[in-house]
């Protein structure tokens, strides 16, 4: 088989697994054409197959040196960039995205990858603790403690259906795992099935390439819920990685919370990301923000989780100014292209009930051109309505902005205290008027997960100090993230070894550090070996 073909095969470990399961194509948005091959559906056999596989070589992948996976790693980036103008190709076909925004996101999936790999060898993410021992402490000796990260085990990595490629197969959940030692095993999103099997053979062939077992990734495909709830439910699950709506969000995380042992569920989900404009910036810069704001808003046809969905400033004219260049911007944007007919359905009927609710039209949408076009929209409500109905914050999946008036400082912090758990929030204001603002500050801060100053949300830097995720809804757990380093804490739990002679200890443990990194010894940072008690 060459390298670019695609065959539709479920893949266990890189291999072709026969299934029962239905069979399906993809579906090119642009044009309503299906796409060969057909894909067959996983069944819970298969499923079964894929969560042994990963548990057979579960204990032998932890137990890899950072060395040996960010080698590993690498590799998937360096096969992933192998692929060509073959893999955008397929993921414009299948998703219609633009090729400039496809190399983009490319790029970002081999960047975040050899971020994590850099990070292993770097090591101290582990957290590694130790008190040693004292025998002669009394009047009770002390303990000889040692405390570190380990990996959970398989993860179950969903695909999302705007990110082909950076939240997809290796995107950032599967390279998270797979770099804090854990088997995937990953259910591609129906959406963009080829694009997910060029890069899963991708990651085998990396596999391979590096001696890592290949049975620690494999690829799982199903149009229906079926083959995910099976992977969330299999007794060999340790944790499920998502990113996608509330609805389907939730439902994951109730089927795992339902198990007869319940694991975590990370799932990023709805966020409408709201903006605050405040009086200086809407007086000075009111167009210019409405300009950026356009841009953001229907950034890929709206179909970020970054998107900003809501507007929030005071009453006056500048609002009043900005009001009208946005929905004059947003009325003259051409449709967009939504991933699929069921994103586009979704997204007029969301609007169809904010209309029903009292939501005002600032800029309606033209008559859909085919049944995956989607047209800019801008809605407007009051402050004192948007606080007192939690239906107001639905998201909107789609280039659609709400913007809320409020009378005045006090109504705009009603409307922030309403607020439910959101990724970001944006405040654009003077710093003289930011500091006055302190309360809406620190009112943000207990909502979301990212504060953004002067800016707009979307934009998501892969990096250190990323964070991506935010109270619910936003995600299911607000204190992990899915973009960045720190997206590895989320596969790893701590483990204590307590008396233990030294050379049944973890390596990163032991009195020598041999492997070179920062561990906290007695309370205090350091790298330097442990001085065995007298």
Known sequence: MGAMEI????????????????????????TGTELEPKF?????????????????????????SPAARARFLRAIADEIEALGPDLTDRAHQETALPAARLESERGRTTGQLRLFATLLEEGSWIDARIDPGDPARAPVPKPDLRRMLVPLGPV???????????????GGDAAAALAAGCPVVCKAHPAHPGTSELVARAVGRAARATGIEPLVFSLVHGWSHEPGLALVGHPLTRAVAFTGSLKGGRALFDAAAARAVPIPVFAEMGSVNPVFVLPSALAE???????????????????????PGVVIGMRGEGLDRLRRALAARLGAEPQGVMLYARLAEDYAAALDRARARGALVLAAPAAR??????GAALLGTYAARFAGDREWQEE?????????????????????EALEGQLTASIHASPEELATFAPLV????????????NGYPTGVEVGHAMQHGGPYPASTDARSTSVGTAAIHRFARPVCWQDFPEDALPPALRDRNVLGIWRRVNGELTRDDVTPAA
């Open 7 to 30: 065959t539709g095969d479920n893949l266990i470990g890189g291999e072709p697994a026969t299934s029962g399961g239905a069979t399906f194509r993809a579906v090119n948005p642009a």
């Open 40 to 64: 067959r559906e996983a069944d819970e056999a298969v499923v079964d197959r894929a969560l042994r596989g990963a548990e057979i070589v579960a204990a032998a992948y932890a137990s890899t």
């Open 156 to 170: 179950a990595v969903f695909a999302a259906s705007n990110f082909p490629l950076a939240f997809s197969v290796a």
């Open 285 to 307: 810069r009111g167009e210019a923000i409405a300009e950026g704001l356009a841009q953001s808003v229907t950034l890929g046809a709206g179909q970020y989780c970054t998107n």
């Open 369 to 374: 051109e085919g049944p995956t076009r989607a």
């Open 396 to 416: 909107i999946f789609g280039p659609a902005a709400l913007v809320v008036e409020a009378r005045d400082a006090a109504d705009l912090m009603r409307a922030a």
């Open 442 to 453: 620190e009112v943000l801060r207990r909502k979301v997960g990212r504060l953004i100053f």
